[in-house]
């Protein structure tokens, strides 16, 4: 990776204001089809139309950019999530492994093959090397298990969990269950398709039966 002091002859910073977008997109698209550690700045600059400078301007470091990606990512995540509507939170933790699988779904799409969990993908790769991003893909799967605890909780109230099932518990379960599903779907090349019934397979195990028939 080029260092930051390198960088100060590539010329001016672009004027458009959307070039901090295009290196974040282009940096989240290129991570996932190739890994973190696999692209380079000027790989990440040249499929996002940018100058070198423009990189140093907005990022500090490649690390630097990553925290951004794993920005977005949780921005859609949260967007997703925030599609399904339902005042039963029964419904919107059933709902939980389909929204899952449609983001996993989107990334083979694209990619042409399952492509694991960005967050999960970061987190092997950098957690070990660079304490500023696992600390914050760690902030990330806390405030996603906070979520999922929230659900968890609501439905507990309405006596849709089995007697004894901790709702925190629970909500930290889903949460490595969808870490362990997508990362074998990668490895085994063997789609996302069966990801949702998976997922909803391990919701059901933990509702009550009147959880079940919500």
């Known amino acids: 990776m080029t260092d930051r002091s390198t960088s100060g002859s ?49 990022f500090s470091s490649k690390c630097d950019l990553a925290n951004a990606v794993i920005d977005l990512h949780a921005v859609t995540y949260a967007v997703r999530l925030a599609d399904f509507v339902d005042d039963d939170p029964v419904r919107r933790l059933r709902a939980i492994p389909d929204m899952i699988g449609a983001i996993q779904a989107d990334f083979e799409s694209q990619f042409g093959r399952a492509v694991g969990c960005p967050f999960g993908n970061l987190a092997a790769e950098l957690s070990t090397t660079d304490d500023a991003v696992r600390a914050h893909i760690a902030q990330c799967f806390a405030a996603m298990e906070e979520g999922l605890a929230l659900l968890c909780r609501e439905a507990a109230a309405r006596g849709a969990l089995r ?47 009147g959880g079940l028939s919500s």
């Open 10 to 58: 590539v010329g001016r910073v672009p004027k458009s204001s959307d070039t901090r977008e295009r290196l974040v997109s282009a940096a989240a698209r290129l991570f996932l089809e190739r890994s973190y550690q696999a692209v380079g700045v000027d790989e990440i600059c040249a499929a996002a139309d940018a100058r070198k400078g423009s990189f140093y301007y907005y």
């Open 163 to 209: 007697e004894g099932v901790d709702p925190d518990q629970l909500a930290h379960h889903l949460l490595a269950q969808y870490q362990g599903v997508t990362l074998l779907a990668k490895l085994n090349d063997a789609g996302v398709a069966g990801i949702p019934a998976a997922l909803h397979d391990f919701v059901a195990a933990y509702l009550s039966e």
